[in-house]
C-alpha cells in the first residue's frame, strides 16, 4: 500500500526526524489559509499523487509551457494560483504513463535554503532477505538518469534484520554521502531513525529524495515515498487509514474487496487462476502463444461462487480484453465450484467474447458438466497447453 508525501511525513516526524513544515489541502481556500500559517516568504506547493516526477511532470489540461506538480511561490497569491491551476487537473508524469493522475490534493510547505542535494532509501531485498539501504550524492529529479549512466555513484549498504542497525551502517552511509563533522553525526542519527521507522512501520519501501542539507548545516527530509507490506497492516490501523483508493485502479481496488489478488497488465486475454505460480506460468504460455496476458488474477484457494463471479466481472471490465482463459487446478478448491461461478458471471454479464476453461482436480467431471449444460458458447480444454492454443484461436477468430 501506498501513501501520500504528506502522510509519510507526519509519519517519520514521529520518529523525531527533520521534515519541512506543511499543511495538506483539498481545496484552494485549504491551500491558502495553510500557507499563511507557514513563515514564508518562500512556499512550496506539491501536487499529492502516488506517483514520481512530479517536478518534471506536466498537467494535460495547462499545456506544454506551464510548470509542473511540485512550485516555488513567493506569495500567498502565488499560491493561491497555483492551486487553482492544479488541482483537478491531470499530471502526467514518468511514472504515471500517458493517462497520467488527477491531482485531487496539495500539499503546502515551507520554503528550504538547500545547500546540498542526496539520496537515501530503504527497500526489501527479498533475494538476501535483508534491508538494502540506498544512498548517493547525487539526489535530485534526476536520480534515475544517475542510476543509468553513473552507477557507481550509487552505494548499497546491506542491513540484517536478525542483527538490526549498527553504527558501522550510519557510518558507512555518512561516508557515501561524503559528510563530516556534525553532519556526518546528524546523518548516522537519521540513518538510524529510518531504519527504525521501516522496520515499525512494516515498510516496502522507503524513499527520501532529496535529502538536503541546508544552508544553516542541517539535514532535512524534504520528499518522501513510502509503500508497506499489505500482508502486515493487520498490525498498523492507523497506516491502513491513510489509504487514498481514488489514486488505485478502481478494478483493483474492487477486487481487493473480495480478497482476490489482481493487478491489470496491458494484454487481451484476461486470466483468472488460483495460485499464484500456476497464474504465472498460464500468462507466460499465453505470451508463448502468441498473445499477451490482460492481468494477473488468482482467487486463492477456497473461493466461493460469489467470489469466482465477482471475479470474472472484474476481468470483463476491461474494455481491452478480447478473450479469457480460465485455469483452474482443484484441491482445497473444487472445479464445480469454479464453474457455477463462470456460469453465474457469464449469464450476468451476458458474455460477448471467447471463453476457454481448463478445469483439473477435485471434482473435475460434476465442474465440467456444469459447463456442458450451461447453454454457453464455452470452449473446453484438456491442458494447460491446450487451453492456450484454443484461446489465441478463438480470440483471432473473433476479431
Not at 539526489?139 to 536478525?162: F, L, N, Q, R, Y
Request: charged residues 25%; glycine residues 10%; negative net charge.
Amino acid at each position: 500500500m501506498n501513501i501520500h508525501e504528506y502522510q509519510a511525513k507526519e509519519l517519520l516526524a514521529k520518529y523525531g526526524i527533520a521534515v519541512p513544515a506543511g499543511h495538506a489541502a483539498l481545496t484552494v481556500e485549504e491551500a491558502v489559509e495553510g500557507a499563511k500559517k507557514l513563515p514564508g516568504p518562500l512556499y512550496v506547493v506539491k501536487a499529492q499523487i502516488h506517483a514520481g516526477g512530479r517536478g518534471k511532470g506536466k498537467f494535460r489540461e495547462l499545456g506544454a509551457d506551464a510548470k509542473g506538480g511540485v512550485r516555488l511561490a513567493k506569495s500567498i497569491d502565488d499560491v493561491k494560483r497555483d492551486a487553482e491551476e492544479m488541482l483537478g487537473n491531470t499530471l502526467v508524469t514518468v511514472q504515471t504513463g500517458d493517462e497520467g493522475k488527477q491531482v485531487n490534493r496539495l500539499y503546502v510547505t515551507d520554503g528550504v535554503d538547500i545547500a546540498k542535494e542526496y539520496y537515501l532509501s530503504m527497500l526489501v531485498d527479498r533475494a538476501s532477505g535483508q534491508v538494502a539501504m540506498i544512498v548517493s550524492t547525487e539526489g535530485g529529479m534526476d536520480i534515475e538518469e544517475v542510476a543509468h549512466s553513473t552507477p557507481e555513484k550509487i552505494t548499497t549498504i546491506t542491513i540484517d534484520p536478525a542483527q538490526g542497525f549498527m553504527p558501522h551502517h550510519g557510518r558507512a552511509a555518512a561516508f557515501a554521502l561524503k559528510l563530516t563533522g556534525d553532519l556526518n553525526k546528524q546523518c548516522q542519527k537519521l540513518t538510524k531513525q529510518l531504519y527504525t521507522a521501516f522496520m515499525d512501520l512494516d515498510c516496502e519501501m522507503l524513499e527520501i529524495n532529496p535529502l538536503v542539507e541546508t544552508d544553516d548545516g542541517q539535514l532535512i527530509v524534504l520528499d518522501t515515498k513510502m509503500s508497506f507490506d499489505g500482508n502486515a497492516l493487520f498490525r498498523h490501523k492507523d497506516i491502513e487509514a491513510l489509504r487514498d483508493e481514488t489514486e488505485e485502479d478502481p478494478a483493483e481496488v474492487e477486487a481487493s474487496e473480495y480478497d482476490l489478488a489482481y493487478i491489470k497488465l496491458d494484454g487481451n486475454i484476461g486470466c483468472m487462476v488460483n495460485g499464484a505460480g500456476l497464474a504465472m506460468a498460464t500468462m507466460d504460455i499465453i505470451k508463448l502463444n502468441g498473445a499477451f496476458p490482460a492481468n494477473f488474477l488468482d482467487v486463492g484457494g477456497g473461493a466461493t461462487t460469489e467470489k469466482v463471479t465477482a471475479a470474472f466481472k472484474i476481468i470483463l471490465k476491461d474494455p481491452a480484453v478480447e478473450g479469457i482463459l480460465v485455469n483452474i487446478f482443484g484441491g482445497i478448491m473444487k472445479c464445480d465450484v469454479i464453474a457455477n461461478g463462470i456460469v453465474q458471471a457469464a449469464k450476468d454479464v451476458n458474455l460477448s467474447v471467447p471463453l476457454v476453461v481448463r478445469l483439473e482436480g477435485t471434482n473435475v467431471e460434476a465442474g465440467k458438466e456444469i459447463l456442458e449444460n450451461s447453454g454457453l458458447p464455452i470452449v473446453s480444454a484438456d491442458d494447460l497447453g491446450d487451453a492456450a492454443r484454443k484461446i489465441v484461436a478463438e480470440v483471432k477468430k473473433a476479431a
